[in-house]
């Protein structure tokens, strides 16, 4: 079986390690991967750096798109993607997410009958001004076979009218959907020792031993809305000058390039001057398990992190209007305090207080998602 994978954006790199990892341990007589990089990320921080530290094969294909705006980035994207294809012939095009990678890999494949593999189906947030909530709704029906994370995500399909009795030949008029956990935490489980082992993230900042909170903003909705990402800025210098701790913010290249423009009043300058508040480029995908494994809380508009916060067992204060990851504010290990000052502040007195008696169940799977991926794909070819 060949397959082609798109990957594009951090996230979906980082995702595409767990599968690479499981056809080189187990599929490799069977199945041919073919990676193609659309160039949405580019920064080495934002890419090349986990192509090599997860140990991802080199892409065949970089159509080196870069930043745009959507349909321009899409629409290149599309046309790379569809030529790729037609020279490949793969079995499957496997898709990871809900970026504008993701979108135009759906649309190239779909309308030329390859079939598609999509990793991380059924997600929703139910906010259709996200760019995100639109791609993965395009994709999921275009998509052959739908791998689904969460037990929400499955149903999140079935209220959409997938059919879960569905029967092999899968086509996109007939699709499978599949319940199977989240490759991230096969990711996670995988990588936390050898975080453990090469990261020195901890000692270059000076951060090993200490206590300290790990935040990221990337979302458009908060980066490009002034009051939003004031209001953000001014909580966390609020929480780390009251209580007098450091707070770790890798900041997306997204946001760094706002920050100064959109941080209103003397926001931006005081986030300058902040000895707390230690605002550095992104980091690797171990030196970022290092930070999630060892800080008290996380603070995050990021699908990953909030995941990855819950796997690490840390709370998080989830910087958005909703998430897709409802279980883990269910738990109680998550709360939605979108980008207001009251609620940021009051989820953190709270989360100081009951850090020591969460419970964070098992819901992302066994940590074998990506080798139940790879079995589905071959037997139903
Ligand atoms: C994209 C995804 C988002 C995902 C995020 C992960 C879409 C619509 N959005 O958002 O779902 O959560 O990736 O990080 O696909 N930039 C650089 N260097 C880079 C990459 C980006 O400087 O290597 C800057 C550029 O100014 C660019 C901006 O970041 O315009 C935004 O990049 P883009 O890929 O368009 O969207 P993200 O905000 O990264
Ligand atoms: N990540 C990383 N370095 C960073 C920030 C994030 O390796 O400096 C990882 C993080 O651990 C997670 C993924 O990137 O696996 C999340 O990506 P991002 O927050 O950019 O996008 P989202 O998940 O929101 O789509």
Not at 5 to 28: C, D, E, H, Y
Not at 206 to 232: C, Q
Not at 306 to 320: H, S, T, V
Not at 329 to 349: H, P
Request: glycine letters at 6%.
């Amino acid at each position: 079986m060949k397959i082609v994978t798109v990957i594009g954006a951090r996230p979906q790199i980082i995702k595409a390690a767990a599968l690479s990892r499981a056809i080189s341990n187990s599929f490799s007589n069977t199945i041919e991967e073919v990676i193609v990089h659309t160039g949405q990320h580019y920064d080495t921080n934002m890419s090349q750096v986990f192509i090599e530290e997860l140990g991802i094969p080199e892409p065949k294909y970089n159509l080196n798109i870069g930043s745009s705006s959507h349909g321009v980035q899409t629409a290149g994207m599309i046309e790379g993607i569809e030529k790729i294809l037609l020279d490949e012939k793969p079995d499957y095009l496997v898709l990871y997410g809900d970026t504008n990678s993701t979108l135009a890999g759906a649309v190239a494949a779909a309308k030329i009958h390859i079939p598609i593999a999509h990793i991380e189906a059924g997600l929703r947030s139910f906010n259709k001004s996200m760019p995100e909530e639109i791609n993965r709704i395009m994709c999921d029906h275009a998509s052959t076979l739908l791998f689904s994370p969460t037990q929400t995500g499955f149903q999140n399909l079935l209220k959409e009218g997938f059919n879960p009795d569905n029967k092999p030949p899968f086509t996109p008029d007939n699709p499978g959907i599949f319940h199977c956990g989240d490759v991230m935490y096969d990711n996670s489980l995988y990588f936390k020792s050898l975080a453990a082992k090469n990261s020195r993230v901890l000692e270059n900042n000076g951060l090993k031993g200490k206590e300290f909170v790990l935040a990221t903003i990337h979302r458009d909705s908060n980066t490009d809305v002034p009051e939003r990402l004031t209001s953000i800025f001014e909580s966390l210098l609020e929480i780390a000058e009251t209580d007098a701790i450091e707070i770790v913010l890798p900041l997306h290249p997204r946001t760094a390039k706002l920050m100064k423009s959109n941080l209103l009043g003397d926001v931006y300058g005081r986030v300058k001057n902040s000895n707390l508040l230690k605002v550095i480029p992104p980091v690797s995908f171990l030196d970022m398990i290092m930070l999630e494994s060892n800080c008290k809380l996380v603070m995050t508009d990021s699908g990953g992190v909030q995941k990855e916060a819950f796997f690490f067992k840390k709370p998080a204060i989830i910087l958005r209007s909703e998430t897709e990851w409802k279980e883990i504010v269910e738990a109680g290990c998550g709360v939605i305090a979108n980008a207001d000052k009251q609620k940021i502040l009051s989820a953190w007195y709270s989360f100081i207080k009951t850090y020591n008696t969460l419970i964070y169940p098992d819901i992302f799977g066994d940590g074998k998602a990506a080798e139940f991926i790879c079995r589905t794909m071959l037997n139903e070819l």
